[in-house]
Nanobody
Framework: QVQVVESGGGLVQAGESLRLSCTVS????????MGWYRQAPGKQRELVAF???????NDADSVRGRFSISRDNAKNTVYLQMNSLKPEDTAVYYC?????????????WGQGTRVTVSS
């Protein structure tokens, strides 16, 4: 059984920072990539940033220079450091883990953590 668990969301004021964490637990898998997506009310889920096992990263234009993604392979954990938060960053943030299990790549999602940025 694989579990993906996020933490670190909350309510902050514009300009403040938050750090999200996501840990994958279970057995019988290796992690290829992990990433963060977000979904604001009335909008589609969008990619925020992802990082491969080798450390290659990519992020959305809207967060570049403010957010950074990192990972600790030994802990099966990915982090999203969010600085200079804006009200438009308000959303539910979901962690995605792309795992290799039994020879196939499978996507797993966390339950989401809410980030609210007040102006």
């Amino acid at each position: 059984q694989v579990q993906v668990v996020e933490s670190g969301g909350g309510l902050v004021q514009a300009g403040e920072s938050l750090r999200l964490s996501c840990t994958v637990s279970g057995s019988g898998f290796s992690i290829y990539a992990m990433g963060w997506y977000r979904q604001a009310p009335g909008k589609q889920r969008e990619l925020v940033a992802f990082i491969t096992r080798g450390g290659s990263t990519n992020d959305a234009d809207s967060v570049r220079g403010r957010f950074s993604i990192s990972r600790d392979n030994a802990k099966n954990t990915v982090y999203l450091q969010m600085n200079s938060l804006k009200p438009e960053d308000t959303a539910v943030y979901y962690c995605n883990a792309n795992l290799l299990r039994s020879g196939s790549f499978v996507n797993y999602w966390g339950q989401g953590t809410r980030v609210t940025v007040s102006s």
